[in-house]
């Protein structure tokens, strides 16, 4: 997009966004989806970086790079203990799910920080998304405490326990989504980020080198 020409995003205190409008074109005009799909980015990277520079609150936990940052530096400081203690459940029942294998898209869990983000203080019960009717349906979910990350994993083709290289798995899902929030701001993410691997489960996410072509 040309640097040269203005835009002006607006938002409420409350994150939500008011309007945007380019000098030259809006979104409702455009008949090539490219250019909607850029103000998209331009309009989540203006909210990204309204939440961090001002007072006002434009962005849920599990959107903020932040939050996943620290809770990726908490699971890698858990034990063996710790891991099975929070996450036996969430490998049992995708192991073994509540309907029937062959629907079964994937199973969620959301996790909660306390306060300072450098604690892992709850997690919901695992939660089932499977195919019904043609449609993505999913088994109740009990929050406890507002997630700060959320996990989805699909079937797994190997077996797992659950220790350390299970807890690699759910970090490297983590990373992931990083990576895919930065292309959503239409960024490059940091080298370590740049990794191959499920992410946010939302389509339209294209990597930023494809956004340049």
Known sequence: ???????????????????HVHERYTEETQTDPEPSRILKRVQFRARYEAHH????????????IDVIEDAITVLEALDIRQI???????????????????????????LSLNDSRDELVGQSDPITFYQENGELVNTDVTLRKEPDVHITIPPLEHCFACDKQFRDLIVRHLECQVRD????????????YR??????????IVPFDEQAK
């Open 1 to 19: 997009m040309n640097e040269a020409h203005t835009h002006h995003v607006l938002f409420d205190w409350d994150g939500n966004l008011i309007g």
């Open 53 to 64: 520079e001002t007072d006002a609150h434009c962005l849920g936990s599990i959107v903020n």
């Open 84 to 110: 099975m203690d929070h996450f036996e459940p969430f490998l049992n029942t995708i192991r073994s799910p509540p309907v029937d294998k062959e629907v079964v898209a994937f199973t969620a869990l959301f």
């Open 181 to 192: 929030l930065y292309y959503k701001q239409g960024r490059q993410p940091p080298e370590r």
């Open 195 to 204: 990794i191959e691997g499920r992410g946010l489960d939302e389509p339209g």
